[in-house]
């Protein structure tokens, strides 16, 4: 395609994803009370191969031609990344130096028990050919025990805003620990992706990399933006060259743990955990979460989507490996946080809603096994197993939360009502909200 052709079918195809995305979020927050993030989740994949390629393959091919899916992925990214900034804008460090025993239990918890989960069920999936050629039985088992240990990151931030747990110790417990959790996830594909000739040194540069940028931004880097927050007190807003120097800050910091191996979103995060608080933190999410959310993420729920094809699990066996790899990754994840959180002095409801929102996976999931397809790693059908395997464990987590903890907290007074509607925190202060 020409350029000029590129760009016509990117703007139509960004209008149906943006379209596609808020209805189902819409209809799913109305009539199921879900985060419009599950509704962009399905969204994305009613219009991959799955329905929209199934039912009507020449509009499919016509909205979504192959020549512009390297578009969609790059602008995917940084939607993810921007998100991540913002909520790493929001995270609360006393929540998590009070929490940080509790966190670093669950965490680990959270990532030995589907890790031995892995080791049990990998051989048979290996055995049923559902990982590509060149992959050996430990790299099988190393990638899903990273796939089915992850806990999604940024769903699990969007679900805790919009069930009022922004600023409350659970809700910092469980950011704090999906953080870790998810960093350890990342550590162990980067070590599968060394072992495909990469070498040793892309692991060492995965872990030395990450963790000395992590150590960077977390001590020095508050002390090297706080004249961020002097300019932003000094004009009263954020004016345009302020804007434009933290989103360049924020690029650099996209592309560091992109280059060592990890993926940007830590970028993001680490960056928005290390910005000053007040009001340039406030004006900062004013400004940028709107169009974050309405524009940028739903492209990688859509990205993703064009890769799922959820027909090629078309047999009995089939089906039955989907709901063996379903329920253990429930049980492992779910079990193994909630008895971490008790035996750290949690009570017995907030460990149990520690469980619930760790076992939601969705879109860092989608992350790593999109990653784990175009590296070879997974095949087509394994990747779609996945894909609902996500879409179900982020799909059970808000009705779950609210059965083990929410409508009990909220009938006590320890909770508010919950968030409307995700449009209405984004016109709130950031004070209220992550």
Same mark, same amino acid.
Not at 8 to 31: N, P, S
Not at 361 to 382: D, H, S, T, V
């Given at each position: ?53 199934l039912?009507?393959?020449?509009i ?17 990214? &940084?939607?993810?990344? +921007?998100?991540?900034? @913002?909520?790493? !804008?929001?995270?609360? %460090?006393?929540?998590? /130096? *009070?929490? $940080? ?7 680990l ?35 899903m ?30 950011l ?27 692991? &060492?540069?995965?872990? +030395?990399?990450?963790? @000395?940028?992590? !150590?960077?931004?977390? %001590?020095?880097?508050? /002390? *090297?933006? $706080? ?28 592309w ?16 928005g ?11 900062l ?6 169009f ?13 989507g ?41 009570d ?87």
């Amino acid at each position: 395609m020409s350029p000029a052709e590129l760009s016509v079918a990117f703007f139509l195809q960004m209008f149906v994803i943006v379209a596609a995305c808020r209805a189902t979020g819409w209809l799913l927050k109305r009539y199921f009370d879900q985060p419009q993030v599950i509704g962009e989740m399905i969204a994305g994949i009613l219009l991959g191969p799955s329905l929209l390629g199934l039912v009507a393959p020449d509009i499919q091919h016509l909205l979504f031609p192959n020549e512009t899916k390297s578009v969609l992925y790059v602008g995917a990214q &940084l939607g993810v990344g +921007l998100y991540m900034f @913002l909520v790493g !804008l929001g995270f609360r %460090t006393d929540h998590f /130096r *009070l929490n $940080a025993r509790s966190a670093v239990a669950v965490s680990l918890s959270g990532m030995a028990a589907p890790f031995l989960v892995a080791v049990a069920m990998t051989p048979w999936l290996f055995n049923l050919n559902l990982f590509g050629p060149q992959v050996s039985a430990f790299q099988a088992t190393l990638f899903m025990g990273a796939a089915i240990s992850i806990t999604a990151f940024p769903v699990l931030a969007r679900i805790i805003q919009e069930r009022g747990l922004s600023r409350t110790p659970l809700g910092s417990l469980s950011l704090s620990a999906g953080a870790i959790d998810d960093v350890g996830a990342w550590t162990v594909l980067a070590i599968v992706l060394a072992s495909f000739g990469g070498g040793t040194a892309v692991a &060492l540069k995965a872990v +030395l990399g990450g963790g @000395l940028f992590a !150590l960077f931004m977390l %001590t020095a880097g508050p /002390r *090297l933006l $706080a004249p961020l927050s002097r300019w932003a007190e000094r004009e009263g807003r954020i004016t345009p060259p302020l804007l434009a120097t933290i989103v360049a800050l924020f690029m650099l910091c996209a592309w560091a743990m992109d280059a060592a191996g990890l993926h940007s979103v830590f970028g993001g995060f680490l960056l928005g955990v290390a910005m000053p608080r007040g009001l340039l933190s406030r004006e900062l999410k004013n400004q940028m979460e709107p169009f974050t959310l309405a524009l940028l993420v739903p492209m990688f729920f859509t990205f993703s989507g064009l890769n799922t094809q959820l027909t090629l699990v078309n047999s009995v066996a089939l089906v039955g490996v989907a709901l063996v790899i379903l329920a253990g990754s429930i049980i492992a994840k779910g079990a193994a946080c909630w008895a971490a959180a008790r035996l750290t002095g949690q009570d017995n409801p907030t460990a149990l809603a520690v469980g619930a929102l760790m076992n939601a996976r969705g879109l860092m999931e989608l992350i790593i096994i999109n990653i784990g397809l175009q590296k070879g790693i997974i095949g087509p059908a394994l990747f779609s197993m996945l894909v609902v395997m996500a879409l179900v464990t982020t799909l059970m987590a808000s009705p779950l939360f609210e059965v083990v903890y929410g409508r009990r907290a909220r009938a006590s007074g320890a909770l508010g009502a919950l968030n409307e509607d995700q449009d209405e925190l984004a016109d709130r202060p950031a004070s209220s909200a992550i």
